[in-house]
Antibody, heavy 113, light 110 residues
Framework: EVQLVESGGGLVQPGGSLRLSCAAS????????MNWVRQAPGKGLEWVAN????????YYVDSVKGRFTISRDNAKNSMYLQMDSLRVEDTAVYYC??????WGQGTLVTVSS | QAGLTQPPSVSKGLRQTATLTCTGN????????AAWLQQHQGHPPKLLSY???NRPSGISERFSASRSGNTASLTITGLQPEDEADYYC???????????FGGGTKLTVL
């Protein structure tokens, strides 16, 4: 059974940093591209970043370029999202996903002073 | 990054048929079609269909997807109370190298 479990969310002040983790199990992690998708309170889904199976290519939505970094450790079946220079508008539930078919339960990031 | 266009809301009666639309361009929906996801309040999204009308295992045949040009559609037949949810379309945009989502359609089953 495919499982994705996010962790690392919390409350942070504007300008601060957080690192989200996504632990994967139930499939060959190193064979699949992975995504981070977020959803602000009461809003729709927004794709944040994508990383290829071997980590060689990474893509980002314009609003996070230069502030967020997606990475993965295939030996640990894990993916990460380093979030720096956080803004109030980054407040959202962050989902880890394998393609669009498998999703974690999400972790809440709140950016507020 | 421009997203896909979905109507904010659709209302239909029990056991009726609802058709939801999603408009993009030739770089996204018009290229390899769209995926459709269902999301109930407080839950992660659930994939209903990808690349137009491929359904993951376990998804009811009441959900069917299609595409005409740059517009994708999701048709839900025999509407049930549990179909009341938010529905999102998504596609990879080859010019942006990014996934794009629609703003979502809230389906109400009367």
């Amino acid at each position: 059974e495919v499982q994705l479990v996010e962790s690392g969310g919390g409350l942070v002040q504007p300008g601060g940093s957080l690192r989200l983790s996504c632990a994967a199990s139930g499939f060959t992690f190193s064979s699949f591209g992975m995504n981070w998708v977020r959803q602000a309170p009461g809003k729709g889904l927004e794709w944040v970043a994508n990383i290829k199976p071997d980590g060689s290519e990474r893509y980002y939505v314009d609003s996070v370029k230069g502030r967020f970094t997606i990475s993965r450790d295939n030996a640990k079946n894990s993916m990460y999202l380093q979030m720096d220079s956080l803004r109030v508008e980054d407040t959202a539930v962050y989902y880890c996903g394998r393609s669009l078919e498998y999703w974690g339960q999400g972790t809440l990031v709140t950016v507020s002073s | 990054q421009a997203g896909l266009t979905q109507p904010p809301s659709v209302s239909k009666g029990l056991r009726q048929t609802a058709t939801l639309t999603c408009t993009g361009n030739s770089n996204n929906v018009g290229n390899q079609g769209a995926a459709w996801l269902q999301q109930h309040q407080g839950h992660p999204p659930k994939l209903l269909s990808y690349r137009n009308n491929n359904r993951p295992s376990g998804i009811s045949e009441r959900f069917s997807a299609s595409r005409s040009g740059n517009t994708a559609s999701l048709t839900i037949t025999g509407l049930q109370p549990e179909d009341e949810a938010d529905y999102y379309c998504s596609a990879w945009d080859y010019s942006l190298s990014a996934w794009v989502f629609g703003g979502g359609t809230k389906l109400t089953v009367l």
